[in-house]
């Protein structure tokens, strides 16, 4: 018996398919909607976890050789090289920048209408901003978040953010914190960078979904860091910094609480003292 012809269709298909599963991998789809291609094109945000060691530095010449895991410093007096010279070191770094106080000493700030500035928030240059005015203030919190991407940062630390329990000078409430803060993690997150939610305890139920990490100030002196424990239950760090305690009054509680914590000096230059 003649053996019968073999079908050649499905064997062209096969070709076909071997040809084309690099595209056809390329374009699979992702569980969010997205396509694989634009998953291998944006890399995914960084997220810090409860325990990591920190550095915070505003003022000063940059110490680059303390020992810590990230770095927090000031957006605008540091250079891409800066960042990029932390990077080599195995260092992620985070852009400093006020988004709810005018500065007068930034390079920015003429772009302020005097409409928008309120009462001092107690250091010298400082003015609350109106965060109702968010027509006014995206477009310049924009421009500021893309330095810290141009400067190549990993994250956002954007300071001043619980102006609604202040003497502001404007009738801030707490639902427009909650809309200006939601505004700036946005806007973060939009240029793929981290953002940490700066202080404002009373609306962390509110916002934990939105910040990707925490910094406080004094919670130990103020009796409120349980109040963070959202954040580390989440996986999501606490960089903590008190001014005056010392080590041996907080440090217990922090490692309890899994914070970052750090004895710092007002004027956040170098020096530190760890947990």
Known sequence: MARPARRRVPVLAALLLLLLAPVLAGCAD???GGTQDEKTSAAP??????????????????????PAAVYDIDGFDHTKATVAALHRKGRKVVCYVSTGAWEDFRPDAGKFPKSVLGRGNGWQGERWLDIRRTDVLEPLMAARLDMCRAKGFDAVEPDNMDGYRNRTGFP?????????????ARLAHERGLAVGLKNDLDQIPQLIGDF???VNEQCAQYGECARLKPFTAAGKAVFHVEYELPTSRFCARSRELRLSSLQKKYELGAWRRTC
């Open 30 to 32: 992702r569980p969010d």
């Open 45 to 66: 945000r960084w997220q810090p976890r409860p325990g990591t060691s920190w550095q915070w530095q505003l003022s000063g010449r940059l110490d680059t050789s303390v």
């Open 172 to 184: 801030l409430t707490a639902a427009d914190q909650l809309r200006y803060n939601r505004l700036v």
């Open 212 to 214: 990707d990490f925490a």
